[in-house]
């Protein structure tokens, strides 16, 4: 079990009930932003994804979990461009769902995903090589979370595979059943793709194996890559890892009747506790539509929490972590970036344009487009 247990660092504190970061956007950069929106309303729309903290929620036309966002992109073809208030992976694959004439634009370019950055290409491109060595790799379907690179999207649709998300991955995994392939090699979030396979399908631990990509084979033997149905790249969240073991009964002895809800990027010992389990909408979803007096212990980002706490004050809701733990990454949006992105293109200018390299779109589109139309079938 210690490919699961990553570490658990546990101080029994109170737990953290406001932002850490204060949100101190100027009366003035807010007014100057709703001009310009108001100004290039024709021609601009804004998506936020939940992690955003509420001065750049309030300027999002549409919000959403990933697989939301992804589909809004794929649709809204009206406007000339897409500001995309998240992370890189996410307006990449805006870019690639998109029309031809849109642009994509991030407000802020450091604005990224270290579970992104744990697989690159060519540790993919490499894994797979060496893999079929042992493994008939036609057998195996490789699946790609979201939260991965365009490359990486493209290599999945051109073997037969797809993309999923935190909302989606049951029905992705199952679809890739059901095609006949034997084995999934799941990039890069070792988590979703545990929980995904041994709570939601029932596949026994013996048949889910980490695979590590910087060992050859991934330490694994042959008889082992043979032999399993799931094959997981050694990557995580690292907001999500903050949230422990021992911290559901730490909660439930604090506040007697709490349920513990929690994002499927936390380790399977978290939701192995957990009472509910779901994506970014899910979670916001559930809230809203609890009785009055619920009270809930949350593992997911913390700006998404404290949202929902200040959004509900007739239930008593706080981070399952006694700490924050925020996306730094996604807190690289800030309504000054907004603004700057916005005042360029009211001077002609396009600033931060994401944009996925031909090659790499054509057989990500593949696979994005393989994962929309799965989720549909599965609604
Ligand atoms: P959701 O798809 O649930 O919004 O999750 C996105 C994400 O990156 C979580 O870390």
Redesign the pocket.
Known sequence: MTDILELDVMPSAEPVEEALVAETTSEEVVSRIHALKEELRDRVVILG???QRDDIVQFADRT????ELARYASELHDREFIIFCG?HFMAETADILSAKHQKVILPDLKAG?S?SDMARAEQVFDAWEEMAEHVDTSKVCPVTY??SSAAIKAFCGEHGGTVS???NNRSIFEWAFAQGFEKIFFFPDQHLGRNTAYYQLGIPLEEIRLYDQTKPFGGLTPEELQKAKILLWRGH?S??QHFQPSHPGIMRALYPGIQVMV?P?CMFEVVKQADKVG????IIKTVDQAPSGSKWAIG??HHMVNRLKKQHPEQFITTLAPYACE?ATMFRISPESLLDVLEHLKLGIIKNRIEVSDSDKKWAKVALDRMLEITRKAA
Do not use: A, I, K, R
């Not at 959403?64 to 697989?67: L, M, N, P, R």
């Open positions: 994804h939940h992690y959403g979990d990933s697989f992370v995903c579970m979201m939260n998300t935190s909302s969240c907001v999500h994002h990027e994506s970014t909408s899910f997911t980002e996306c």
